[in-house]
């Protein structure tokens, strides 16, 4: 069974900083792109950031560009989502996400049907 489970979400004030982990089991991931997500309620479940597996890339969506920066340590299966100066509007809870075309060299996606594994979820809560 392929469960990813994230840590480290909160309330922090704005201008704060936190440190999402994502632990897979079940499965490596190491030749797998890996993504965050992030759902504010009452709206979609929007693109964050991603990492490339391949030769570790990244990308972000354009509000986080400079303040959030994403890893990953394939020994450990994890991958993290360091979040630092927060707003008020990153408020969300944060998903990670597995893409299950393991040594797939095309585009990194960014869409959320791109992806086949999820964990539960962790809130953000930043207050201002």
């Known amino acids: 069974q392929v469960q990813l489970v994230e840590s480290g979400g909160g309330l922090v004030q704005a201008g704060g900083s936190l440190r999402l982990s994502c632990a897979a089991s079940?499965?490596?991931?190491?030749?797998?792109?890996m993504g965050w997500f992030r759902q504010a309620p009452g709206k979609e479940r929007d693109f964050v950031a991603a990492?490339?597996?391949?030769?570790?890339?990244?990308y972000y969506t354009d509000s986080v560009k400079g303040r959030f920066t994403i890893s990953r340590d394939s020994a450990k299966n994890t991958v993290y989502l360091q979040m630092n100066s927060l707003k008020p509007e990153d408020t969300a809870v944060y998903y990670c996400?597995?893409?299950?075309?393991?040594?797939?060299?095309?585009?990194?996606?960014?869409?959320?049907?791109?992806?086949?594994?999820w964990g539960q979820g962790t809130q953000v809560t930043v207050s201002s």
């Open positions: 996400a597995g893409d299950g075309r393991s040594g797939w060299i095309g585009r990194v996606a960014f869409e959320v049907n791109a992806y086949d594994y």
């Open positions: 079940g499965r490596t991931f190491s030749r797998s792109n």
């Open positions: 990492i490339s597996w391949s030769d570790g890339s990244t």
